[in-house]
């Protein structure tokens, strides 16, 4: 490695066979693996006979590790940063600590891999050209409850992390919040022996999760399909937004728009807005 640099290396968030043959060549190139739990990528680095030294950067010292990391830089060192399973600083530390590298002058190179919330959207089956990720939720109820009420008329598709401890007051509470007809997919314990992936409204998903012990354990990814979109009165009805997005897939917008106008009445600049939208 000609400069030094703070790697940002995704790992397996359950099969191993998941690393990536950059990500085993970067750990195994750097000078220092930076690691939320030392004892948990010890093993990972061990599996793949990595003989790297380790600096411990989890929530509780990532800011004060930040200097020594950047020091380590100064001296010509590359760091490689890991969690404990998946990408880096999503729902897990390290964006103070990237942010304060940046601003030191470093480069900071990401290396992809695993991350269990694209992978569960990608397998839910659940809309996926708009999502918002919203990760853990409150530990405590009233907190929690209020956090789902805020995202009750998102329409994009919502995306959370929940733990063993949670998940089925996590999913009552999204019952209640966001009504039991609601469909939602639950991920479950992804790329390991176990994985579960299900699907269903979300009052059938809190009965299926309570008559069997074994689902709430593990790992879990929750993704909710948003809110349905409230026609108000300026709203194209919905065959003429069929018509529209049929023509749309033929013609360019401005054309689809037009042609859709002399079918259906509505005003050109109306339907060629709502494809734009």
């Known amino acids: ?62 800011r004060q590790r930040a200097e020594h990391v950047i020091n380590l830089l100064r001296n010509g060192e590359s760091i490689a940063l890991v969690s404990d399973a998946g ?6 530390p390290g964006f103070h600590l990237v942010r304060a590298v940046r601003e030191a002058g470093f480069r900071v190179s990401p290396v992809p891999g695993s991350c269990a919330f694209v992978a569960a959207l990608s397998a839910s089956g659940l809309p996926s050209d708009r999502f918002q990720f919203i990760g853990f939720l409150p530990a405590k109820s009233g907190a929690r409850l209020q956090a789902l009420e805020a995202l009750s008329e998102n329409t994009e598709t919502l995306v959370f992390y929940e733990s063993t401890h949670r998940i089925v007051d996590s999913l009552k509470a999204m019952s209640e919040a966001f009504g039991g007809d609601r469909y939602a997919v639950v991920a479950r314990e992804l790329t390991k022996t176990f994985e579960t992936i299900h699907g269903d409204n979300l009052e059938g998903l809190l009965e299926w999760i309570q008559e069997d012990a074994n689902q709430q354990r593990g790992e879990f990814v929750v993704l ?17 937004e069929r018509i529209l997005r049929i023509l749309a897939k033929e013609m360019p917008p401005k054309k689809a728009a037009g042609v859709a106008a002399e079918i259906t009445g509505y005003k050109k600049n109306r339907l060629y807005q709502l494809l734009i939208d």
Not at 87 to 92: M, V
Not at 224 to 240: M, R, T
């Open 224 to 240: 909710v399909q948003g809110a349905e979109k409230v026609l108000d009165d300026e709203s194209i009805n919905p065959e003429a």
């Open 87 to 92: 990408t880096p600083l999503i729902s897990d």
């Open 1 to 62: 490695m000609s400069e030094p640099v703070l790697y940002i290396v995704a790992t397996p968030i359950g099969n191993l066979a998941d690393l990536s043959e950059r990500a085993r060549e970067v750990l195994g190139s750097v000078d220092h693996v930076a690691a939320e739990d030392t004892r948990h990528s010890g093993r990972l680095l061990a599996h793949f006979n990595i003989k790297v030294p380790m600096i411990s950067v989890h929530d509780h010292n990532e």
